[in-house]
């Protein structure tokens, strides 16, 4: 095939084990973990787990990455689209409230063959960096019911410095807007799980509060109640971090309860999490 799926339409040659686009990879799907996970949001983990699919590589290149193991190092196993439904089989068979795709924007053929193979009964979370392109997007219309995208930046400057993606802003924005179209309000059930909607998720970087601040600027703005945002301060320095010095740290308290008070501000709906968990041990562990 000749690719273009992401915004990066690098035309690119990709056969089943190999691909020479930015993303560097083939496209049968490569999975690191297939696992009932904890660490979501209250809405998505509940108390049976989210039945996670974590794809490796990416279309983006943040020098932070979180999970750099497998997004840069491409660390998994090749399976087929056949071989991918059965693992949304697996996962529903454990009782857990969703099945959750992680970062699988460039296999995106391969994860609509697996839904016309198998569609779980269970709501499909579609968790993604939001650098992703309304066209591609719409090969998921009908098969996800929660979209989990993150707004990373608010400042495009930042953008191509720290994950090496120009017009970030912009594509991020288009994205969401594709989303809330497909899924509509966020609904969910009497337990509290979403079955329905888009949470967007903002990773705080350290001595960047400006940065948060504009990003929850645009979500109000833009979207406002339609969706529900995550505000996250479980970073890190890993990956590459240490040749920044600006983000070679956890944010602070101080950092975090600034931003935390300008989402109150707002009146945006969502979630917040505990500073302590800015740690490694909340990083999963991979499967190779
Ligand atoms: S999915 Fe990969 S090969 Fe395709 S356009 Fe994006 S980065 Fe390039």
Known sequence: MICNYCPRKCNAVRTEHHGEGFCGMGELPVVARVAPHFGEEPCISGTKGSGTVFFSGCTLKCVYCQNYEISSQHKGKTIT?????????????????????????????????????YKPRIPVVYNCSGYTSPKTLSMLDGIVDVYL??????????????????????IASAAIKEMIF????????????????????HLILPA??????????ILKHNYGKQILVSLMCQYVPVGQADKYSRINRKITRREY????????????????????????????????
């Open 81 to 117: 689209p056949g071989e991918l439904a059965d693992c949304y089989k697996r996962l529903e068979q454990t009782g857990v409230h969703n099945i959750n795709l992680v970062t699988a924007d460039h296999f995106v053929n391969a994860v609509v063959k697996s839904f016309e193979i």
């Open 149 to 170: 995208p993150d707004f990373k930046y608010s400042d495009d400057t930042l953008a191509v410095k720290y994950s090496s993606a120009p017009n970030y802003v912009n």
């Open 182 to 201: 497909q899924v509509g309000l966020p609904q969910l059930d009497e337990d509290g799980i979403i079955q329905k909607g888009v949470i967007v998720r």
């Open 208 to 217: 960047h509060t400006k940065n948060s601040i504009g990003v929850l600027d």
């Open 257 to 288: 309860e600034k931003v935390k008070f300008e989402l109150y501000q707002r009146d945006l709906n969502g979630f917040t999490q505990d500073l302590s968990s800015a740690s490694e041990e909340y990083i999963p562990s991979w499967e190779f």
